[in-house]
């Protein structure tokens, strides 16, 4: 397997349920219409092989209470930019993070300095998340566009403490809210 550790039983077990769990977090969402999480997320790149996952749902009788969530709480919106994008499109961050803390990763990034400490102890937390150079995973594809980059995953926590360094202004502070969840039913219509 391709998960960067030894396939062994306790391994391979792991991500198997992992996986089955990721597939009924999708089934829940998009025939329940709810979020039965908003904090799960499944950590692999890959899929198990069809035959471990055989092996594994030989032991389970039901699927659907096999695997329980944690409701959590919704992302606010500037952080989950904050976690997606890219350097090059800071511009759709919010003022204050765009100008203060992405001008000063680059140059950082480039000059390897800051003066102030505590804006540096944010770059040296977020360079990590947005290298200059990294490897991709060329497994199981044929064009470039197909692999994943290999970069450290973005914890949702690390993101929140990160922008509870920031003051927003009120403009910021109302486009960083989440407003009403819509659901969307074609035969409602």
Known sequence: MAFGFPADEKNINNVVHNYLKSLVWNFQYYYSNTCPSWEFYYPYSYGPPLKHIFSVLATISNINTRYKFVIGE??????????VLPISSK???????????????EFSLEQNASTDT??????????????????????????????????????????????????LTEEEQTRNIVGNIWIYNPTSI
């Open 74 to 83: 919704p992302v606010l919106p500037q952080v989950l930019l904050l976690k």
């Open 91 to 105: 511009s759709f961050l919010i003022k204050s993070i765009r100008d203060h803390l992405f001008n000063s990763i």
């Open 118 to 167: 505590n804006l540096a102890f944010l770059i040296n937390k977020l360079k990590k998340y947005f290298p200059t150079k990294y490897s991709i995973n060329l497994l199981y594809n044929r064009y470039i566009h197909e692999c994943v980059p290999i970069i450290p995953y973005f914890d949702t926590n690390t993101a929140n403490e990160i922008l509870s360094k920031f003051e």
